[in-house]
């Protein structure tokens, strides 16, 4: 292990301005995003977009890294060059989800555990010489009621979490740790930050057990927040009081950065929110960043729909989230900022 390397990957991942784009969608996902565009998801279409998001002029001015599916790091642009290769080129990281996906909980079925630590360790050496230079793994913790989610299944996903993490930097790919407590739902913001902090406290303490060294890997955490169905949202400026309070009790101060998932808020909250943390006043140990994949593509998604003629379109609109959080990292970002023109 290097974790000289490590440390140094981790900080690039939450340089001054810079944030990560989630392109990892499995096949069922991608799926379900092209179906609401009315684009078919065949291995043409989708290489065609990914295409269009990596080879955006000017993106790695606000995009530090990518994080790629195991069918997209082995495609092309279209001039034949591999997507690891052309990231790398244009100055951003290639990255790699590694977990396969969560599956139904044994005797708690409602709940899920993530999957895919068979075998891992050959793969991340696969990945690695394709280009990959850090990964991700997603576990999925659903609130719901006073025992959705059971510590059984904090626990074993975190437990998972620690194996998945140390077996990454054994291999010198970043980890980042993703344990994602859903937003969906009717509970209170009270609920969300003790059902994260719980969470966030079984991760770490995995994790330490498990002998990660917490400088060479990110979290990427969910906001805390009333869950979408609760009825009335919160201020911006509380939901970010309440995940910094979170994250100053559970998130060692060691961790260079913690870079948000959007997890289904608007475009324009999962900006708006981020730039509210960045814009409190207090000291804080660590880089606030994103790790978006729908609030950094939805709008480039809409603007393409399977066109080829749309593609420039398309890429301005991911240009323009991107810069839009690339203000928040921050502090500087404003609503009005959304309606000036923008140049991809
Ligand atoms: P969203 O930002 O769409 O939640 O995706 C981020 C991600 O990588 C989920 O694993």
């Not at 911006?236 to 961790?255: N, S, W, Y």
């Not at 900006?271 to 593509?297: C, H, I, K, V």
Request: aromatic share 8%.
């Amino acid at each position: 292990m290097d974790s000289e390397k490590l440390h140094e990957t981790a900080k690039a991942l939450v340089a001054e301005g810079k944030g990560i784009l989630a392109a990892d969608e499995s096949s069922g996902t991608i799926k379900k995003r092209f179906d609401a565009i009315g684009v078919e998801s065949t291995e043409k279409n989708r290489r065609a977009y990914r295409d269009l998001l990596f080879t955006t002029e000017g993106a790695a001015d606000y995009i530090s890294g990518v994080i790629l599916f195991d069918e997209t790091i082995r495609q092309s642009t279209e001039d034949g060059t591999p997507f690891p290769k052309a990231l790398d080129k244009a100055g951003i990281i290639p990255g790699i989800k590694v977990d396969a996906g969560a599956k139904p909980l044994a005797l708690s079925p409602e709940e899920t555990i993530t999957e895919g630590l068979d075998g891992l360790r050959d793969r991340l050496e696969e990945y690695r010489e394709l280009g990959a230079r850090f990964a991700k793994w997603r576990a999925v913790l659903p609130i719901e009621g006073e025992h959705i989610p059971s510590d059984y299944a904090i626990w074993t996903n975190a437990h998972a979490l620690g194996r998945y993490a140390a077996l990454c930097q054994e291999a010198d790919l970043v980890p980042i740790v993703e344990p994602e407590v859903l937003m969906d739902g009717d509970h209170t913001i009270e609920r969300a930050y003790s059902v994260t902090s719980r969470t966030l406290q079984a991760v770490f303490t995995e994790l330490y057990d498990q002998r990660v060294d917490f400088e060479g890997m990110l979290l990427k955490p969910n906001m805390v927040l009333p869950g979408y169905d609760a009825g009335e949202q919160a201020p911006h400026d509380e939901i970010a009081r309440a995940t910094i309070k979170c994250f100053k009790r559970t998130v060692p101060a060691a961790v260079p950065g913690v870079v948000f998932l959007s997890g289904g808020q608007s475009d324009e909250d999962a900006t708006a929110r981020l730039n509210a943390m960045n814009a409190l006043d207090e000291e804080l140990p660590w880089q606030l960043s994103f790790s978006y994949g729908r609030a950094l593509q939805a709008a480039a998604q809409k603007a393409w729909s399977g066109k080829a003629e749309n593609r420039e379109a398309a890429q301005r609109a991911f240009y323009h989230r991107a810069k839009m959080n690339s203000a928040a990292r921050t502090g500087a970002y404003a609503p009005e900022m959304e309606r000036e023109a923008v140049t991809a």
